[in-house]
Protein backbone atom coordinates (compact mmCIF):
# COMPACT_ATOMS: atom_id res chain seq x y z
CA UNK A 1 0.00 0.00 0.00
CA UNK A 2 1.53 3.32 -1.40
CA UNK A 3 1.72 5.90 1.91
CA UNK A 4 0.33 8.99 0.75
CA UNK A 5 2.14 12.48 1.74
CA UNK A 6 0.94 15.88 1.57
CA UNK A 7 3.12 18.08 -1.53
CA UNK A 8 6.13 20.27 0.61
CA UNK A 9 7.02 23.88 -0.82
CA UNK A 10 10.63 24.86 0.46
CA UNK A 11 12.30 28.08 -0.73
CA UNK A 12 15.74 27.06 -2.26
CA UNK A 13 17.37 30.42 -1.70
CA UNK A 14 17.79 33.18 -1.92
CA UNK A 15 21.53 32.69 -0.07
CA UNK A 16 22.60 29.29 -0.98
CA UNK A 17 25.54 28.06 -2.50
CA UNK A 18 23.85 26.36 -5.19
CA UNK A 19 21.90 28.99 -6.56
CA UNK A 20 25.01 30.35 -7.89
CA UNK A 21 24.23 33.78 -6.90
CA UNK A 22 21.52 35.67 -4.82
CA UNK A 23 18.24 34.24 -6.34
CA UNK A 24 15.80 31.51 -5.05
CA UNK A 25 13.61 28.96 -6.53
CA UNK A 26 10.33 28.15 -4.95
CA UNK A 27 10.02 23.85 -5.43
CA UNK A 28 7.17 22.22 -4.78
CA UNK A 29 8.17 18.22 -3.81
CA UNK A 30 6.25 15.17 -3.33
CA UNK A 31 8.29 13.03 -0.87
CA UNK A 32 11.39 13.75 -2.55
CA UNK A 33 10.00 14.50 -6.31
CA UNK A 34 10.35 17.64 -7.60
CA UNK A 35 6.80 18.34 -8.84
CA UNK A 36 6.55 22.26 -9.43
CA UNK A 37 9.46 25.11 -9.64
CA UNK A 38 9.04 28.62 -9.49
CA UNK A 39 11.91 31.09 -10.41
CA UNK A 40 11.82 34.02 -8.21
CA UNK A 41 14.94 36.95 -9.64
CA UNK A 42 15.49 40.41 -8.73
CA UNK A 43 17.51 39.95 -5.47
CA UNK A 44 20.32 41.52 -7.59
CA UNK A 45 18.70 44.17 -9.74
CA UNK A 46 20.57 47.57 -10.15
CA UNK A 47 18.75 49.14 -12.90
CA UNK A 48 22.25 48.96 -15.56
CA UNK A 49 19.46 49.42 -18.04
CA UNK A 50 18.18 52.72 -16.25
CA UNK A 51 21.36 53.73 -15.69
CA UNK A 52 22.58 53.55 -18.98
CA UNK A 53 20.47 56.28 -19.87
CA UNK A 54 22.20 58.83 -17.81
CA UNK A 55 25.91 57.52 -18.72
CA UNK A 56 27.89 58.23 -21.63
CA UNK A 57 28.34 55.90 -24.42
CA UNK A 58 32.09 55.33 -23.41
CA UNK A 59 31.37 55.37 -19.54
CA UNK A 60 28.88 52.34 -19.73
CA UNK A 61 31.37 50.02 -20.84
CA UNK A 62 31.99 49.81 -16.73
CA UNK A 63 28.51 48.94 -16.25
CA UNK A 64 28.58 45.85 -18.85
CA UNK A 65 31.21 44.47 -16.75
CA UNK A 66 29.39 44.01 -13.72
CA UNK A 67 26.54 41.81 -16.18
CA UNK A 68 27.85 38.17 -16.77
CA UNK A 69 30.74 38.87 -14.20
CA UNK A 70 32.92 35.78 -14.95
CA UNK A 71 32.76 36.75 -18.97
CA UNK A 72 33.19 40.45 -19.25
CA UNK A 73 35.05 40.66 -22.07
CA UNK A 74 32.33 39.05 -23.80
CA UNK A 75 30.04 41.70 -22.79
CA UNK A 76 32.36 44.67 -23.69
CA UNK A 77 32.46 43.24 -27.30
CA UNK A 78 28.74 43.25 -27.63
CA UNK A 79 28.04 46.80 -26.16
CA UNK A 80 30.72 48.50 -27.93
CA UNK A 81 29.85 46.53 -31.63
CA UNK A 82 26.16 47.71 -30.92
CA UNK A 83 27.56 51.16 -30.41
CA UNK A 84 30.06 51.16 -33.12
CA UNK A 85 26.73 50.00 -35.61
CA UNK A 86 24.30 53.24 -33.77
CA UNK A 87 27.38 55.75 -34.56
CA UNK A 88 29.19 54.23 -38.20
CA UNK A 89 32.79 53.43 -36.49
CA UNK A 90 34.66 51.26 -37.87
CA UNK A 91 37.28 48.98 -36.02
CA UNK A 92 41.33 48.50 -37.45
CA UNK A 93 41.86 45.47 -38.12
CA UNK A 94 44.78 44.67 -35.51
CA UNK A 95 41.65 46.02 -33.03
CA UNK A 96 39.10 43.11 -33.94
CA UNK A 97 41.79 40.41 -33.61
CA UNK A 98 42.61 41.67 -30.23
CA UNK A 99 38.92 41.11 -29.25
CA UNK A 100 38.73 37.82 -30.82
CA UNK A 101 41.64 36.77 -28.42
CA UNK A 102 40.27 38.35 -25.82
CA UNK A 103 36.76 36.78 -26.01
CA UNK A 104 37.69 33.31 -26.80
CA UNK A 105 39.71 33.59 -23.96
CA UNK A 106 37.23 35.26 -21.65
CA UNK A 107 35.14 31.93 -22.85
CA UNK A 108 37.71 29.60 -22.04
CA UNK A 109 37.21 31.16 -18.42
CA UNK A 110 33.67 31.16 -17.79
CA UNK A 111 33.62 27.44 -19.11
CA UNK A 112 36.06 26.67 -16.50
CA UNK A 113 34.14 28.08 -13.85
CA UNK A 114 30.91 25.93 -15.37
CA UNK A 115 32.56 22.90 -15.04
CA UNK A 116 34.14 23.41 -11.79
CA UNK A 117 31.07 24.72 -9.90
CA UNK A 118 29.08 21.35 -11.91
CA UNK A 119 31.20 19.05 -10.04
CA UNK A 120 31.13 21.50 -7.04
CA UNK A 121 27.28 20.98 -7.14
CA UNK A 122 27.38 16.94 -7.60
CA UNK A 123 29.28 17.15 -4.19
CA UNK A 124 32.57 17.26 -5.22
CA UNK A 125 33.79 19.48 -3.02
CA UNK A 126 36.17 22.61 -3.99
CA UNK A 127 39.04 20.27 -5.44
CA UNK A 128 37.57 20.05 -9.07
CA UNK A 129 36.51 23.85 -8.79
CA UNK A 130 40.26 25.08 -7.43
CA UNK A 131 41.87 22.32 -10.11
CA UNK A 132 39.60 24.87 -12.99
CA UNK A 133 40.22 27.82 -10.79
CA UNK A 134 44.00 27.12 -11.49
CA UNK A 135 43.80 27.88 -14.96
CA UNK A 136 41.51 30.24 -15.17
CA UNK A 137 43.95 32.40 -12.88
CA UNK A 138 46.48 32.04 -15.89
CA UNK A 139 43.40 33.55 -18.41
CA UNK A 140 43.00 36.52 -15.34
CA UNK A 141 47.22 37.31 -15.66
CA UNK A 142 47.07 37.15 -18.93
CA UNK A 143 44.26 40.08 -19.03
CA UNK A 144 45.66 42.26 -16.22
CA UNK A 145 48.56 42.17 -18.51
CA UNK A 146 46.25 43.60 -21.22
CA UNK A 147 44.61 46.60 -18.89
CA UNK A 148 45.19 46.08 -15.86
CA UNK A 149 42.33 44.62 -14.37
CA UNK A 150 41.36 40.75 -14.04
CA UNK A 151 37.50 40.81 -13.43
CA UNK A 152 36.00 44.24 -14.75
CA UNK A 153 37.99 44.41 -17.48
CA UNK A 154 36.32 47.33 -19.44
CA UNK A 155 39.39 46.58 -22.36
CA UNK A 156 36.87 47.29 -25.33
CA UNK A 157 36.01 50.91 -26.25
CA UNK A 158 33.70 51.70 -29.15
CA UNK A 159 36.37 52.00 -32.24
CA UNK A 160 38.66 49.13 -30.62
CA UNK A 161 40.60 48.26 -27.56
CA UNK A 162 41.77 50.26 -25.15
CA UNK A 163 45.22 49.54 -25.65
CA UNK A 164 47.83 47.23 -27.59
CA UNK A 165 48.71 44.20 -25.81
CA UNK A 166 52.15 44.58 -23.92
CA UNK A 167 55.20 42.68 -25.57
CA UNK A 168 54.96 40.23 -22.75
CA UNK A 169 52.02 39.28 -23.64
CA UNK A 170 52.23 37.11 -26.12
CA UNK A 171 54.88 34.83 -25.06
CA UNK A 172 52.56 34.54 -22.35
CA UNK A 173 49.57 33.62 -24.23
CA UNK A 174 51.72 31.42 -26.33
CA UNK A 175 52.79 29.49 -23.22
CA UNK A 176 49.24 29.28 -21.92
CA UNK A 177 47.50 27.50 -25.34
CA UNK A 178 50.23 25.16 -25.86
CA UNK A 179 49.46 24.15 -22.26
CA UNK A 180 45.51 24.27 -21.97
CA UNK A 181 45.37 20.89 -24.42
CA UNK A 182 47.08 19.38 -22.05
CA UNK A 183 45.05 20.25 -18.67
CA UNK A 184 41.90 19.83 -20.85
CA UNK A 185 42.77 16.16 -21.25
CA UNK A 186 43.59 15.71 -17.47
CA UNK A 187 40.11 17.37 -16.75
CA UNK A 188 38.73 15.15 -18.64
CA UNK A 189 40.43 11.45 -17.32
CA UNK A 190 39.09 12.67 -13.85
CA UNK A 191 35.61 13.72 -15.30
CA UNK A 192 34.07 12.56 -18.49
CA UNK A 193 34.13 8.84 -17.93
CA UNK A 194 33.79 8.95 -14.64
CA UNK A 195 30.92 6.63 -12.84
CA UNK A 196 29.52 8.90 -10.47
CA UNK A 197 29.63 11.64 -13.01
CA UNK A 198 27.48 9.33 -15.69
CA UNK A 199 25.08 8.31 -13.12
CA UNK A 200 24.25 11.96 -11.91
CA UNK A 201 24.07 13.36 -15.71
CA UNK A 202 23.11 11.01 -18.16
CA UNK A 203 19.97 11.20 -19.21
CA UNK A 204 19.64 13.59 -16.41
CA UNK A 205 17.74 17.08 -17.15
CA UNK A 206 16.73 16.88 -20.53
CA UNK A 207 16.48 19.32 -22.63
CA UNK A 208 14.40 18.60 -26.46
CA UNK A 209 15.90 20.42 -29.33
CA UNK A 210 12.17 22.04 -29.86
CA UNK A 211 11.49 22.87 -26.56
CA UNK A 212 14.94 25.06 -26.60
CA UNK A 213 13.86 26.47 -29.90
CA UNK A 214 10.45 27.30 -28.62
CA UNK A 215 12.31 29.09 -25.27
CA UNK A 216 14.93 30.92 -26.94
CA UNK A 217 17.33 29.15 -25.83
CA UNK A 218 21.03 29.43 -27.03
CA UNK A 219 25.11 28.89 -26.16
CA UNK A 220 25.96 25.41 -25.40
CA UNK A 221 22.63 24.66 -23.32
CA UNK A 222 21.06 24.58 -27.20
CA UNK A 223 23.51 23.69 -29.16
CA UNK A 224 23.86 20.29 -26.25
CA UNK A 225 20.31 19.57 -27.28
CA UNK A 226 21.68 18.80 -31.44
CA UNK A 227 21.08 22.24 -32.83
CA UNK A 228 23.53 23.51 -34.48
CA UNK A 229 23.31 27.20 -34.09
CA UNK A 230 26.42 29.53 -33.25
CA UNK A 231 26.46 33.64 -34.05
CA UNK A 232 30.15 32.91 -35.09
CA UNK A 233 29.02 30.98 -38.28
CA UNK A 234 25.38 31.80 -38.46
CA UNK A 235 26.40 35.37 -38.27
CA UNK A 236 29.70 35.92 -38.18
CA UNK A 237 31.37 39.36 -36.25
CA UNK A 238 34.55 40.61 -36.41
CA UNK A 239 37.11 38.10 -38.12
CA UNK A 240 35.68 34.88 -37.32
CA UNK A 241 34.54 34.50 -41.19
CA UNK A 242 38.16 34.16 -41.63
CA UNK A 243 38.63 31.30 -38.88
CA UNK A 244 38.29 27.80 -39.42
CA UNK A 245 36.90 26.15 -36.13
CA UNK A 246 33.78 23.46 -35.24
CA UNK A 247 30.52 23.69 -33.44
CA UNK A 248 30.40 21.17 -30.97
CA UNK A 249 26.65 19.93 -30.30
CA UNK A 250 25.35 17.01 -28.49
CA UNK A 251 22.75 14.34 -28.91
CA UNK A 252 20.36 14.18 -25.82
CA UNK A 253 20.16 17.06 -24.76
CA UNK A 254 20.67 16.31 -21.01
CA UNK A 255 23.39 17.63 -18.17
CA UNK A 256 26.09 14.99 -19.52
CA UNK A 257 26.11 16.66 -23.03
CA UNK A 258 26.33 20.37 -21.70
CA UNK A 259 29.06 19.46 -19.50
CA UNK A 260 31.17 17.82 -22.94
CA UNK A 261 29.82 20.33 -25.10
CA UNK A 262 31.69 23.02 -22.84
CA UNK A 263 34.53 21.07 -22.60
CA UNK A 264 34.94 20.74 -26.61
CA UNK A 265 34.31 24.68 -26.93
CA UNK A 266 37.25 25.36 -24.69
CA UNK A 267 39.20 22.99 -27.30
CA UNK A 268 37.92 24.89 -30.53
CA UNK A 269 38.51 28.73 -28.84
CA UNK A 270 42.48 27.24 -28.29
CA UNK A 271 41.82 26.38 -32.19
CA UNK A 272 40.74 30.02 -33.03
CA UNK A 273 43.15 31.54 -30.53
CA UNK A 274 45.91 29.65 -32.08
CA UNK A 275 44.82 30.87 -35.69
CA UNK A 276 44.75 34.85 -34.86
CA UNK A 277 48.31 34.56 -33.59
CA UNK A 278 49.24 33.50 -36.83
CA UNK A 279 46.74 36.00 -38.93
CA UNK A 280 47.64 39.07 -36.23
CA UNK A 281 48.27 42.12 -38.75
CA UNK A 282 50.08 45.60 -37.35
CA UNK A 283 48.79 48.41 -37.41
CA UNK A 284 46.84 50.53 -34.31
CA UNK A 285 44.02 49.00 -32.39
CA UNK A 286 41.64 51.74 -32.26
CA UNK A 287 39.86 54.38 -34.10
CA UNK A 288 39.59 57.67 -32.64
CA UNK A 289 36.35 58.83 -31.69
CA UNK A 290 35.14 61.34 -29.12
CA UNK A 291 34.53 60.84 -25.48
CA UNK A 292 31.36 62.52 -25.66
CA UNK A 293 30.09 60.36 -28.40
CA UNK A 294 26.75 61.98 -30.05
CA UNK A 295 24.89 58.71 -32.63
CA UNK A 296 22.38 60.40 -34.75
CA UNK A 297 19.39 59.37 -34.29
CA UNK A 298 18.46 55.97 -34.31
CA UNK A 299 18.62 52.73 -33.07
CA UNK A 300 20.76 49.18 -33.75
CA UNK A 301 21.27 46.60 -32.15
CA UNK A 302 24.16 43.97 -31.87
CA UNK A 303 24.63 40.69 -30.50
CA UNK A 304 27.89 38.09 -29.48
CA UNK A 305 28.11 34.26 -29.21
CA UNK A 306 28.91 34.65 -25.60
CA UNK A 307 29.93 31.58 -23.27
CA UNK A 308 25.97 31.40 -21.97
CA UNK A 309 24.43 32.41 -25.52
CA UNK A 310 23.37 35.40 -27.58
CA UNK A 311 24.50 38.53 -25.66
CA UNK A 312 22.85 41.15 -27.24
CA UNK A 313 22.69 44.89 -26.76
CA UNK A 314 19.66 47.44 -28.24
CA UNK A 315 20.45 51.09 -28.23
CA UNK A 316 18.13 53.98 -29.26
CA UNK A 317 20.26 57.40 -29.97
CA UNK A 318 17.94 60.47 -29.83
CA UNK A 319 21.46 62.40 -30.60
CA UNK A 320 22.26 63.23 -27.04
CA UNK A 321 25.62 62.41 -25.39
CA UNK A 322 23.84 58.79 -24.01
CA UNK A 323 21.23 56.42 -25.02
CA UNK A 324 17.52 57.54 -24.92
CA UNK A 325 16.79 54.16 -24.08
CA UNK A 326 18.81 50.34 -23.41
CA UNK A 327 17.70 46.68 -23.50
CA UNK A 328 19.91 44.04 -22.97
CA UNK A 329 19.11 40.30 -24.27
CA UNK A 330 21.37 37.86 -21.28
CA UNK A 331 21.25 34.64 -22.39
CA UNK A 332 21.28 33.40 -18.81
CA UNK A 333 17.71 35.12 -17.80
CA UNK A 334 16.59 33.40 -21.42
CA UNK A 335 18.24 30.12 -20.52
CA UNK A 336 16.18 29.86 -17.16
CA UNK A 337 12.72 29.54 -19.62
CA UNK A 338 12.80 26.20 -19.36
CA UNK A 339 14.01 24.85 -15.85
CA UNK A 340 10.89 23.93 -14.72
CA UNK A 341 10.33 21.29 -17.33
CA UNK A 342 13.78 20.27 -16.71
CA UNK A 343 13.56 19.34 -13.23
CA UNK A 344 9.64 18.08 -12.63
CA UNK A 345 10.10 14.57 -11.74
CA UNK A 346 13.66 14.36 -10.49
CA UNK A 347 14.69 14.21 -6.95
CA UNK A 348 16.17 17.38 -4.70
CA UNK A 349 19.96 16.38 -5.57
CA UNK A 350 19.18 15.93 -8.99
CA UNK A 351 17.52 19.59 -8.99
CA UNK A 352 21.24 20.92 -8.09
CA UNK A 353 23.01 19.50 -10.48
CA UNK A 354 20.70 20.29 -13.51
CA UNK A 355 20.37 23.98 -12.10
CA UNK A 356 24.21 23.96 -12.25
CA UNK A 357 24.24 22.62 -15.97
CA UNK A 358 22.44 25.47 -16.76
CA UNK A 359 25.32 28.06 -16.13
CA UNK A 360 23.84 31.25 -15.31
CA UNK A 361 25.38 34.56 -13.55
CA UNK A 362 22.83 36.35 -11.42
CA UNK A 363 24.31 39.75 -12.85
CA UNK A 364 22.72 39.25 -15.74
CA UNK A 365 19.89 37.90 -14.95
CA UNK A 366 18.43 40.91 -12.74
CA UNK A 367 20.10 43.57 -14.77
Known amino acids: MAIKSEPVTINLGPQHPSTHGVFRLRVTFDGEVVVDVEPVFGYLHRGTEKLAESRSYVQIVTLTDRLDYVASMS ?10 KL ?40 TPLMYCFKERERILDLFEMLCGARITLSYMRPGGVFQDAPADF ?10 MPGYIDDLEKL ?69 VVRILEMRESIKIIEQCLKQLPAGPVRTESPFNLRPPVGEAYSAVEGPKGELGFYLVSDEGIAPYRCKI ?23 IVIFGSVDVVLGEVDR
Do not use: C
Open 75 to 84: NNLAYVRTVE
Open 329 to 351: RAPSFINLTPLKEMVVGWKMGDL
Open 170 to 179: WPALDDFISN
Open 191 to 259: ITQNEIVLARTRGVGVLSDQSALENSVTGPMLRAAGVKWDLRKADPYEIYDRLEFDVPIGTSGDTYDRY
Open 87 to 126: AGISVPERGMYLRVISAELQRIASHLMATGFLLNDMGAFA
